[in-house]
Structures are given as structure tokens and as C-alpha cells.
């Protein structure tokens, strides 16, 4: 944590489309269909009663130069769209702990994802141990993400600056070190 403490910290210096409606979603599917692998990561508001969890509002999927986010709380038909592409086994998906981001998608459309890597396994063939995504980006690249948006509401009426930077980044993020390590 210290050494990690004195990193720079990494920024994502793409494009970020905030898609709200069908019509962004198809229009943004489009693109990502073209798209041999995307970074793919999920945000949740969070909750601090016991018991009690939210609904997955937020899918980012990434290609190096433009990040995707889907704010399937906007829109009911969204999460149908985001399982073309899940599904899509022509389209390799990256990221971080897919179990619990599929496990709080499917609450809302069950589907079975196809052609996916979860980092956290993906990253042990290199001697790399560590399963946070900010530990395995500062080991491979020597920069820190900085996660001080991860608790923040995910369900607000409009996304911060600092909430669509780190979204981006988190799914971005991902790819990137796939990249590297292939």
C-alpha cells in the first residue's frame, strides 16, 4: 500500500460516451460489435444497511480509445441490448472479479456470458498474486487508479466528472493490462 501510495496516478485520457436510451445503446453496440476485445467492469450504488443490496446500475465496456457507459437504471431495455454483446463469443471480454458483476447483472437479465477473462485468474500464470485491479495495474504498469469514486452514488440523476473518469478507467484499465501481459 505504501509503495503504491507514492505512484503516480494513471487517468484515462480516452473518450467517454455516457449512453442513457435504446437508441445510444444500438448506436454504441455498433461500434463495440467491430470490436475484438473490449475492458468490461460494473459499478453498483453502494448500501450501508445490512442486508439489504443494490441493483448493478452502471456497465462500462471499453475498446482502447473510447469507454462505453451504460446507465441501465435509465432505461429498462438497456440490459437486454448489453447481453448481445455479453453473449457475442467473437468478442473477448476483460475484466476484474466477473463473478460478482454477473451475479448482479443476471438479477436484472439472466443470460451466460461468452468468451470472457476474469484477471483475477488470468494474472496468476504470470506470478502475479495480488486480485485488486489497482494492485495488478500498479505492478504492471507502475501507476496508481485511484478509487475514491468507488463508493459514490452510481444511481444519481447525472454522473460526476470524477464518477465517468473512474468508470472508464476501471474498465479500460482492464484491457490494458491483458494487453500487456499477451
Known sequence: ????????????????????????????????????????????????????????????????????????????????????????????????SLKDDFTGINKLQKFKPNNCIDLQKYVKQFGITDNSLSKIYAIIFNKKISKSQRLTNWEAETLTEKQKNYAALDAWA????????E
Open 174 to 181: 482492464a484491457l490494458v493490462i491483458y494487453q500487456q501481459l
Open 1 to 96: 500500500k505504501e509503495e503504491i501510495a507514492m505512484l503516480p496516478i494513471e487517468e484515462f485520457s480516452g473518450t467517454i460516451e455516457v449512453i442513457e436510451t435504446k437508441e445510444e445503446a444500438k448506436k454504441a453496440l455498433d461500434i463495440l460489435k467491430t470490436q475484438p476485445i473490449l475492458g468490461f467492469d460494473s459499478e453498483t450504488k453502494p448500501s450501508f444497511t445490512k442486508g439489504k443490496s443494490n441493483n448493478v446500475c452502471l456497465i462500462q465496456l471499453s475498446t482502447l480509445s473510447t469507454c462505453y457507459l451504460f446507465r441501465i437504471n435509465k432505461d429498462e431495455m438497456l440490459p437486454e441490448i448489453i447481453e448481445e454483446i455479453m453473449k457475442n463469443e467473437k468478442i473477448t471480454k476483460i475484466g476484474l
